[in-house]
């Protein structure tokens, strides 16, 4: 097991912390999005389907894959583990009857193009009809009485994401490696995502809406799109230095958002 997945801080920390059952660790920042919405239109205007959606979460995930790979991980009987590959669940809106999530695979290796077209792709079929098995689980659950409910909950988690075996349609890495939900459109700039223990991933982002701030460039007061980006973090995985090599990459990522349209050679 490679050092730079497997490290003796984290070690301590899977014995130190439970998993979590609610948020631990939180993080917010406000970014200039201005020139990424810029582009975003010029790409829209010659066809492409972005939204601010498809540009933060390939932000995310291509800084995991070539930033911070080792946040791409999962911890399994106190031992982290690398994923295979970067995915990222989003939840959507089913036009009010009820929240549904898609999820996108091998974002390592999709440029923002691709994941916008496959993300389209999937949203538009789930809000036809739902074939999630994140939320058909979640509905078998819901049908059983208290507290078996509780018990079938705790060892169907245990069984998945500690000791890495499906059951029925429930799958380890089946939330992926990030989740990324959009607060804006219901108005909110700010919101922290809870930590689902049913899931095990390491982070969850919260985009809030977007709007026009004053921010001093150049020591000029400019008007300025900015985005607020909130993030609950298992700091069993995550601390301070892996939070800031995260946020690096994103930063320079949206600041220069054609760079998610070429993928690295190596």
């Keep these: 097991m490679s050092d730079l997945f497997d490290t003796p801080w984290r070690r301590m920390a899977a014995a130190i912390f439970e998993r979590p059952r609610d948020g631990r660790v939180f993080g917010m920042m406000d970014i200039d999005v201005t020139d990424a919405m810029a582009w975003m239109r010029e790409r829209n205007a010659a066809g ?3 939204t601010p959606t498809h540009l933060v979460t390939t ?3 291509h800084a995991i894959a070539f930033d911070c790979p080792q946040l791409n991980c999962v911890i399994r009987f106190g031992r982290v583990y690398p994923r295979e590959d970067v995915g990222c669940r989003l939840p959507i ?4 009857q009820d929240l549904g999530s898609v999820l996108i695979r091998q974002l390592e290796g999709k440029t923002i193009t691709q994941v ?3 993300m389209n ?3 538009e079929v789930a809000r036809v009809r739902n074939e999630d098995p994140a939320m058909e689980n979640r509905n078998g659950l819901a049908s059983l009485p208290w507290p078996l409910r509780k018990w079938v909950y705790d060892a169907v988690r245990w069984l998945v994401h500690e000791v890495g ?3 029925g349609s429930f799958r380890p890495g089946m939330f992926g490696s990030f989740m990324v939900t959009n607060v804006g459109p219901l108005g909110l700039t700010v919101g922290y995502p809870a930590l689902m223990p049913a899931s095990d991933v390491p982070f969850v982002v919260a985009m809030g809406k977007i709007t026009r701030k004053p921010m001093a460039i150049d020591e000029q007061v400019v008007i300025r799109d900015v985005i607020p980006i909130c993030a609950t973090f298992d700091h069993r ?3 301070g230095s892996g939070v800031a090599k995260l946020a690096k990459g994103v930063l320079r990522r949206l600041a ?3 760079m998610m349209d070429v993928l690295p050679t190596s």
């Excluded at 809106?93 to 009010?96: A, L, S």
């Design 48 to 50: 492409a389907r972005l």
């Design 59 to 61: 932000a995310f995930a």
């Design 93 to 96: 809106d089913r036009d009010g």
């Design 116 to 118: 916008a077209e496959e």
């Design 121 to 123: 792709e999937k949203v």
């Design 165 to 167: 075996v499906p059951v």
């Design 237 to 239: 995985v995550i601390d």
């Design 256 to 258: 220069n958002p054609s």
